[in-house]
Every structure is written in C-alpha cells, then in structure tokens.
C-alpha cells in the first residue's frame, strides 16, 4: 500500500470526506472496469460499482494493509459482483470445455495473425465479453490487468493452483468462442 492510500484511509476513517472522494476518484476507473467486465452491462456494471465503494467506506477499517489496497478493492468489487449475480440469478451459458481441442486452438492462432493489431485485440475483447463472467474475469485480471497468479489467488481466494485450472479453462473457452466467431466471419465475407 502506498503511503498516499494510508494517509488517505487515515483521514476517511477520521471522517474527512474530501479524502474519500479522492479515493474513489483514483479507484473508480479501475472498480467500473472489472463491474462491466463481470456484469456484461453499463447500467448493471455502473450500480455494482457503487455499491463495491460503498462496502469500501463501511469496510476501511477492516483493512488491515496485509495485501495492497488495490488487491483489496479488487477483492471487494469481485464479491459484489458476485452478490448482485447471485441476487439476479442469472445463469450462463458456458461452453463446454469437451468441445475444444488443441488443433483447434492453433487453427484460431494461425487465422488470427493475419490480422491488424487493433481488431485482434477488439475481436478478443469482444469474446471475452461472451464469456461466463468469472471466465471474463480471471482473463481480466491475468492479461489487462497484468495480476500475478498470487495477486489474483488473493482477489478470488482461491489457491494459485486453482487460479491456474480456471486461466487454462477460460482460455479454452475462449478459443471455441474465437474459432466460432472467425468461422462466421469467414463464411460471410465470401458471400455463402
């Protein structure tokens, strides 16, 4: 934890609300992007985030600074999205990791390096989108937000070996979604 985090907790638990602002104002791009990478929608996305700062006010004195207050903020908007998709009990459609190969995953790779930087990335993105969120999520954190096995073992509270299972599950998930995408793409550009 940085010692600007601290002298900021400090001053929001002695009540001074200017410090809180300040908090949410160096927090709230990073608390949006994980919401919306969870919950699929702005709206959804915009409410989880703040009531993931909320739990944050009412929760500062928990704190204990053992992990970095951004793992620790990550860690609470993790579980309030978790909270809100239990309460909307709403149910993903997942991709059967049966379904994938490694033939599969190359033919997805090769097809992919023909094309331009920024429409791989956004075309990956856009799947990662179509993705379970906790799939979305795990691939979230390990590739955009450039976690650590052990920074995300501590957000998720899963062990670093469970991290890993998930990562390569999501990643094959991700690869079925990719190949059906590109297989789409391919067939209607020759106008079939």
């Known amino acids: 934890m940085t010692t600007n985090d601290n002298q900021l907790i400090k001053s929001i638990i002695d009540g001074d609300h200017r410090a809180y602002g300040q908090l949410v104002d160096r927090y709230k791009d990073l ?31 928990k704190f204990k600074g053992d992990s970095k207050f951004s793992t620790w903020i ?7 999205c978790l ?21 599969k995953l190359e033919s997805v ?6 094309m331009i930087k920024t429409e791989k990335s956004n075309l990956i993105k ?4 179509m993705l379970p969120s906790d799939d979305s999520y795990i691939l979230t954190l ?24 998930k990562l390569f599950r999501a990643r094959k998930k991700l690869a079925v979604i990719l190949e059906k995408h590109l297989k789409t793409e391919k067939i209607s550009s020759y106008g079939t």
């Open 109 to 114: 790779d090769n097809a992919l390096e023909g």
């Open 74 to 80: 990550y860690r609470v908007t993790y579980n309030t």
């Open 142 to 165: 390990y590739y955009f937000e450039e976690l650590s096995l052990d920074e995300m073992s501590e957000i998720i509270g899963a062990s670093s070996n469970t991290i890993k299972v």
């Open 83 to 103: 909270d809100r998709i239990k309460k909307n009990k709403k149910h993903f459609n997942d991709v059967p990791i049966d379904e994938f190969s490694f033939n």
């Open 126 to 129: 856009q799947c990662i989108e």
């Open 31 to 61: 608390v949006f992007t994980l919401s919306l990478r969870m919950m699929k929608h702005r709206e959804e996305a915009e409410e989880v985030a703040q009531d993931a700062f909320i739990k944050v006010y009412r929760s500062l004195n």
